[in-house]
């Protein structure tokens, strides 16, 4: 016990070897992710319902398709849960290369599937892989290994935070080709985050911030329907019948809601009324059948899991496995950010965006992955012993010195990034 105790990467070697148990996994995180996935089946099912009846003849099609996505997902939360740490933390530079592989492939004619305009999907015979959710997780994988290893450049540096934003940036351009604007904006600002956490100076923070705000106005004034979209977000019933239909349909499901809501299956948007109701705007028909109680339950149940995943990444560094405190920080931004984002959209405080609410949309690709995270963040939580538990005062001394030890750079701009 105490050479774990004292060597927290031994920690990580010997006692993980082993098969993931319950005994040290987070149970509120495990118990929040079930909560959600099981709300958000019924709140696709209640949305899809009569869509899916018209459109395709089956009222449950879109039920059983995200049911087997949720199926795939939690046998996605154990698959990870039982990979040591360590081969991801390895295989960063790896999972970057085939993050841009995927970005470029999905460009590719005749590859990629085009639909409303955007090419975002590789189609895999039943399930359609959304290139865009599989890269978020590969570079929060990447960005993490990355201050481990260039943790001291990256505090003493602009080169050292630079580099890494070379690649994030470069991978943002290959996802506004597709386009997808709404995915740029998340993975930027979580690996900002990530940044921030990792130390950088707070002024090279604030620059890069400032230039990349910049950047996301010059995009927004220079693509018409980008344009469209902050006008419309800005005043809604200006045009309700056209270009604000969506979002004033949205607008009216969450104020039909009252206190209590219609009732599961009692809501009138969904008939028709609001677009793609079961997919960027879930969260619109839940506050309308759940009402503003079933709101806060949803926001809560969000909040939770931001939370934990912040106290498994501080965790994460009493044991001294700055890998897993700085992937741990960038999954619970990652996913806290795209809910706040997507519940802003469906209340018209953020302009619309097509970005799913984690494990609840309909989405396979964004349901598999995000399932994933949450199995990376049960593991860390299975190698730290648990998010609620106390670390002994050797491990905070072993810690402190093991954060204190800089790493080398090399030369090369790739090599440099790894």
């Known amino acids: 016990m105490k050479n774990i105790l004292n060597m927290p990467r031994k920690f990580a070697e010997d006692k993980i070897s082993k098969s993931v148990c319950a005994e040290g996994l987070d149970s509120v995180m495990i118990m929040v992710t079930l909560a959600l996935l099981c709300l958000g089946l019924v709140m696709i099912t209640s949305a899809s319902i009569t869509v899916a009846d018209r459109q395709i003849g089956s009222p449950f099609y879109y039920l059983y398709r995200q049911a087997g996505a949720a199926g795939l997902g939690i046998c996605a939360i154990f698959i990870v849960a039982n990979i040591r740490l360590v081969h991801w933390e390895k295989s960063g530079m790896a999972l970057l290369a085939?993050?841009?592989?995927?970005?470029?492939?999905v460009l590719i004619p005749g590859i990629g599937k085009t639909v409303?305009?955007?090419?975002?999907?590789?189609?895999?015979?039943?399930?359609?892989?959304?290139?865009?959710?599989?890269?978020?997780?590969?570079?929060?994988?990447?960005?993490?290994?990355?201050?481990?290893?260039?943790?001291?450049?990256?505090?003493?540096?602009?080169?050292?935070?630079?580099?890494?934003?070379?690649?994030?940036?470069?991978?943002?351009?290959?996802?506004?080709?597709?386009?997808?604007?709404?995915?740029?904006?998340?993975?930027?600002?979580?690996?900002?985050?990530?940044?921030?956490?990792?130390?950088?100076?707070?002024?090279?923070f604030t620059s890069f911030l400032a230039l990349f705000g910049v950047v996301a106005g010059l995009l927004v004034v220079s693509s018409p329907y980008r344009l469209q979209r902050l006008t419309t977000f800005i005043n809604p019933w200006a045009d309700p019948f056209d270009s604000g239909f969506q979002l004033t349909q949205s607008l009216i499901a969450i104020g039909s809601g009252g206190l209590t809501g219609t009732g599961i299956g009692g809501s009138v948007q969904k008939l028709f009324y609001l677009p793609e109701a079961h997919t960027d705007f879930v969260f619109a028909i839940m506050a309308e059948e759940l009402g503003l109680m079933g709101v806060v339950v949803v926001v809560g149940l969000f909040a939770v899991l931001l939370f934990r995943s912040f106290m498994l990444a501080r965790k994460a560094e009493q044991y001294g496995n700055q890998f897993s405190a700085y992937l741990a920080y960038g999954i619970g931004i990652w996913l806290g950010l795209q809910a706040f984002i997507n519940i802003g959209v469906n209340m018209g405080v953020l302009p619309t965006k097509g970005l799913t609410l984690p494990l609840m949309s309909y989405g396979g690709s964004s349901l598999i992955v995000c399932c994933a995270a949450i199995g990376l963040l049960l593991r860390i939580s299975y190698e730290c012993g648990g998010a609620g538990q106390a670390m002994p005062r050797a491990g905070r001394k072993s810690a402190v010195r093991n954060n204190a030890k800089a790493r080398p750079s090399i030369r090369s701009l790739w090599e440099d990034a790894a």
């Open 98 to 105: 085939f993050a841009f592989f995927l970005l470029v492939l």
């Open 116 to 204: 409303n305009g955007s090419t975002r999907w590789i189609p895999m015979g039943i399930l359609n892989l959304q290139v865009s959710e599989l890269v978020k997780l590969f570079l929060l994988i990447y960005v993490a290994g990355y201050l481990v290893r260039h943790g001291e450049e990256v505090r003493s540096s602009v080169w050292g935070f630079i580099k890494p934003m070379i690649m994030i940036g470069l991978a943002c351009v290959l996802l506004l080709l597709e386009p997808d604007f709404g995915a740029s904006v998340v993975i930027m600002l979580t690996a900002l985050g990530m940044m921030f956490l990792g130390g950088v100076r707070f002024v090279q």
